[in-house]
């Protein structure tokens, strides 16, 4: 019992902070509760329920099943669920009427054979991808109201009436949540996306920089910052795990009403392919930061003639990612940035510059070393061991430059 | 009209397109068909209509909403949806009992505060994570069911007789799908988990060969493979997007009875930590042919020196990831495996061995050239660009040396 308690309370630790790190989904939860409490109303108000019967029972349905976090989300699934139900409904009383005219014989067959084929074709199209990322939910719908249609053995007269009631009934639903989740502090799919955006830019700009001072400092610092550290080199995951959000939320986004700074028709496939390459730039980091990890041991005194200019395009890299954060933050072009990425590349070439002076130095030192000493003895020392040295380095160096240029990439795009 | 119509042939295209390359999702479509036309009997045969009556439509509902693809989302749903809707009845049943006993003034508040904070509490439950892993249909369903039953109206006795009939019609829809989905064609959850991983580690065998060979090939293979090429170079972001479909298929492979190979309490886990890995190796590939890609021009002699060497490595690696797929395959350890490892860890020696030799010789002989030219005339000579362009290969290596080293943590995880 002393365990479920536990268990019990750590969930409620868990789902209290993240109530306070996300209010936002606490007042979704309350909108929700408004809004259900509203649609109860049809039931204690007589006049209403008069109207509506136990039809008023879709109405509560509507608003449990319709009501989303995002308003595009909620948009979205109204939509698909009254044009859903209008469609199956329709063609279900069709097919009832064709049904009876045949005879009480034929009459289950047609339906049965109806039935079979429209949930199998309907169930198999939600596999197609254009349908299952706009329409999946619409489908389900479809295949729900046609089969309650079909089967519900009414005279045709009876269901259309039914299907009037039924057709309001959604109708209220699908308004009430569409005005609540609208107008009590409205969560904007498009608002969620540009905001992970920007987030993403800087997460990528804190892990970059972690883990390129984690491989230089290293050493001197203690082991205390270690932990917040590695934390923050792991920032680059949240990115690159973040692709199914973005394609949802800019689906959502396409059905949402102008507001904010954002207009209709806001170019939100920009953001998808700004957010593809903010992924593979995610990769490069993740890459750096595991050659970074498997390669720390030794050469020291080689880390120290590239490590200022390494960390300068690091810091200048960041600010331009940081600079781009902003600017999408803000929607406006920054002047800034040009001159940052102007910086970055400057700061690439002085890098490039260091490490083509550095081995040829050390190599020529050491000839010069084996070749005095080949005038003393002759047994002979082995020049190679310095370049595979060097090859960490310019690993460093050639993924700093791939990072840079997708960069690049993202500022153009 | 054209574009409609050339719209909607490319849309049917598309889907028989679809149809060919998956048949399980044919299938599948007609499973519910199945499910559903059985269900519908429920209708015409006329004692079962006399015990249910209108509350046979429930199970329709269900068979629409519950019947998934896999056999443990199935599972899952029903297993979430009976739940749901008994402990919401109960609550509801009780809730009502407490409102009716306290007065007619009181029973619509005392209704209306318990939907608003049981929904708000619920609705908020569904964000937390590890209730939205395996528990967030169950949670939509309890909010569904409470809200209708707390706002039915009807006296508590008829209540309970309605419960009965509403858990009965569920539980008669649910196991109908799950008797469908597990016995005609079953598509198990655990299976194509694995089917996934192993299918993934394919793909990052054929990019990685594909990606290295069009590094060294280019110059002399024509155009017409170039398509072709680029298509299997890509294979490698069918991994890297694959987290969301391997984590859901692994919550659902935990519902699923023994089956096949399988035992009850598979080790799901292990999968996710072998498909993470695979998604740092693919991330590593993605890198490897994005620095190959930028890095295209010149230093063919350089390219020469290396090219048998680095593809000696790749090809080995990509034995052992083929091996690796077969043994995941057919869930046995090859004997094979840990050869080719062996094997791969050498040919990497032997390329950090090519590298090592190449460059010192390249220095040297340049070094002594220009203590020639020195001899001969004052003007120096630039020593720095061969070791510019040697980058390029060291960055090859190491990041194929990075990749070795995962695949070998992939063979020992």
């Known amino acids: 019992v002393g365990g479920l308690v536990a268990r019990v309370l750590r969930f409620l630790d868990k789902a209290w902070a993240l109530g306070v790190s996300e209010p936002k989904k606490v007042i979704h939860g309350f909108k929700v ?5 509203l649609v109860s109303l049809f039931y204690y108000v007589r006049p209403l329920y008069d109207v509506f019967g136990g039809n008023a029972m879709w109405a509560v349905m509507t608003v449990v099943v319709v009501f989303e976090y995002t308003v595009g989300a909620t948009l979205s699934k109204s ?3 009254a044009t859903g139900t209008f469609l199956a409904g329709s063609l279900g009383i069709g097919v009832h009427w064709v049904a009876s005219q045949s005879g009480e014989k034929f009459e289950p067959i047609i339906l049965g054979i109806s039935v079979f084929l429209l949930a199998s074709a309907a169930t198999f199209s939600r596999f197609i991808p254009s349908v299952k990322a ?8 479809f295949i729900l109201t046609f089969s309650l249609v079909s089967v519900s053995g009414y005279r045709v007269d009876k269901l259309i009436g039914m299907a009037q009631q039924r057709l309001s009934t959604i109708a209220i639903g699908t308004s009430l949540c569409i005005f609540i989740s609208m107008c009590i502090s409205p969560i904007w799919a498009g608002d969620e996306l540009h905001r992970l955006i920007h987030r993403n830019m800087e997460k990528l700009a804190e892990s970059l920089e972690a883990s390129v001072a984690n491989y230089f400092k290293d050493n001197q610092s203690g082991y205390p910052s270690q932990e917040d550290n590695s934390k923050k080199t792991q920032a680059y995951k949240c990115v690159l795990n973040s692709k199914a959000t973005e394609e949802s939320m800019a689906n959502f986004a396409r059905w949402e009403p102008a507001h904010g700074p954002f207009n209709f028709r806001h170019p939100w496939k920009e953001y998808l392919k700004i957010g593809a390459l903010l992924r593979e730039c995610a990769c490069c ?3 750096l930061s595991g050659c970074l990890n498997s390669e720390k041991q030794g050469m ?3 880390k120290g003639y590239l490590k200022h200019a390494s960390m300068a ?9 940081r600079e781009l954060s902003k600017s999408v933050k803000t929607t406006t072009k920054s002047s800034k940035l040009y001159l940052s990425v102007g910086e970055m590349k400057f700061a690439l070439q002085e890098l490039q510059n260091a490490l083509k002076s550095l081995p040829t130095q050390l190599i020529l030192e050491q000839v010069l070393a084996s070749q005095a000493n080949e005038n003393k003895s002759t047994t002979k020392k082995e020049c190679a ?3 595979m040295e060097v090859i960490p380095l310019a690993t460093l160096v050639s993924l700093l430059t791939e990072i840079v240029a997708r960069i690049e990439e993202i500022v153009d795009g």
Chains 1, 2 share one sequence.
């Open 285 to 287: 980091i993740e890459t």
């Open 385 to 387: 061991p310095p370049v």
């Open 79 to 81: 939509i698909n669920r």
């Open 33 to 37: 509760g408004i809004a259900l409490s």
């Open 300 to 302: 020291e005194h080689l």
């Open 313 to 321: 395009v690091c810091s200048h890299s960041c600010n331009v990612l």
């Open 134 to 141: 706009r329409f999946d939910y619409g489908a389900m719908i």
